[in-house]
C-alpha cells in the first residue's frame, strides 16, 4: 500500500478484513462544525472516528502533545485497529488533519499507514458509497511502542539554532510566520523561529484538494527554499499542520523527517525564545 491512496482503490478495497479506515476529522477550537456529528451524520463504509482533540496528552499544558504510548494503544484498540492492519485515514478539514493521524500512527508502531487522496470531499463528489451513525468495532491488539526519533522538543529546536543541522518548516500561513497577522491562541508573540523557512501547507494542494505529487509537489517545496534530500523538521501552531509537511515530504522521497511538538505554542509563549518577524 502506497502512502497515499485513490478513491478508487479504496471503493475497491472495501471490505477487506485486513483493512481498517479512520476518519481523523479536526477542527480548531471555536469552529461551529462538530466533527464527531458529522461522522455520525455521514462517513466511508466501516470507517472509525479518530478524535484527536482526546487523543492527547491531558497533563501538558500545551495543545495537541503526544499522548503516552500506553493511551495511544488503547484507543487504537477500542476502535478495533491491531497490529497487521493496512490504515487508511482521510478528513473533511481545511486543516488536512489526516496527516497528523498519519504520523502519530507512525510514531507509535504502525507500518502500513496511507492517507486517502482528496479525502471525505472527494468521495462525496464521486457519488461513492456512505453510512452513518455509530459503528460497531471488535477490540483489537495493538502494541504499546513509540519510536520518538521523529519527534523534537523545544530543547532540540533551540540546539538546531546553533547546529543549523536540520532545516526547519514553517507550515502557518505567511502572515502568521511574517508576525503580520494575529495568533488564533492568547499571549503568543507572532514571527517564527530565526532561520526557518514557510512553506503554508496549502501550497501542498490542487484546488481540488487532492495532493500535490511529482514535480508539483517538489516544485512547492522548492519555492520554500527547502531541500527535501537535507535532513528537515516541521513546525506549525500546534503540531497538526507540521504534519502536511512532514507527509507532503515524505511523499517526495524525504528519509530524514521530524516534527516539533510543541511548535508555535510552546515557543511563541517562551519570553527567551528568539523569535524573528517578516518574510524568511
Not at 484546488?207 to 516541521?234: E, I, N, R, S, Y
Request: proline share 6%; glycine share 10%.
Amino acid at each position: 500500500m502506497t502512502p497515499l491512496v485513490k478513491t478508487e482503490w479504496l471503493a475497491a478495497e472495501l471490505g477487506a478484513n485486513d483493512l481498517r479506515i479512520i476518519d481523523a476529522t479536526l477542527f480548531l477550537t471555536g469552529d461551529a462544525r462538530n466533527a464527531r456529528a458529522e461522522f455520525e451524520a455521514a462517513h466511508i463504509p466501516g470507517a472509525v472516528f479518530i478524535d484527536l482533540d482526546e487523543l492527547v496528552d491531558t497533563g501538558n499544558p500545551l495543545p495537541n502533545m503526544l499522548p503516552a504510548p500506553e493511551k495511544f494503544a488503547s484507543r487504537m484498540q477500542a476502535l478495533g485497529l491491531g497490529d497487521g492492519s493496512r490504515i487508511v485515514i482521510y478528513d473533511n478539514s481545511p486543516l488536512h488533519s489526516a496527516a497528523r493521524a498519519w504520523w502519530m500512527l507512525t510514531v507509535f508502531g504502525a507500518h502500513e499507514v496511507a492517507i486517502l487522496d482528496g479525502g471525505l470531499p472527494k468521495w462525496l463528489a464521486e457519488g461513492r458509497a456512505l453510512e452513518s451513525g455509530k459503528p460497531v468495532v471488535r477490540h483489537r491488539h495493538f502494541t504499546v511502542w513509540a519510536d520518538t526519533k521523529p519527534v523534537r522538543t523545544m530543547a532540540a529546536m533551540i540546539d538546531n539554532l546553533r547546529s543549523k543541522a536540520e532545516q526547519v518548516v514553517d507550515a502557518r500561513s505567511g502572515g502568521r510566520f511574517a508576525g503580520t497577522e494575529p495568533e488564533p491562541h492568547a499571549n503568543l508573540r507572532g514571527g517564527h523561529i530565526p532561520g526557518s523557512k514557510n512553506l503554508p501547507q496549502t501550497n501542498l494542494f490542487n484546488a481540488d484538494g487532492t495532493w500535490k505529487t511529482g514535480a508539483d509537489l517538489q516544485a512547492a517545496f522548492a519555492a520554500a527554499g527547502v531541500d527535501t534530500t537535507k535532513p528537515l523538521v516541521t513546525t506549525c501552531g500546534s503540531g497538526i499542520t507540521a504534519a502536511v509537511v512532514a507527509f507532503g515530504a515524505t511523499l517526495l522521497g524525504a528519509k530524514d523527517v521530524a516534527l516539533y511538538d510543541g511548535s508555535w505554542s510552546e515557543w511563541g509563549a517562551s519570553p527567551t525564545a528568539p523569535v524573528v518577524t517578516g518574510a524568511a
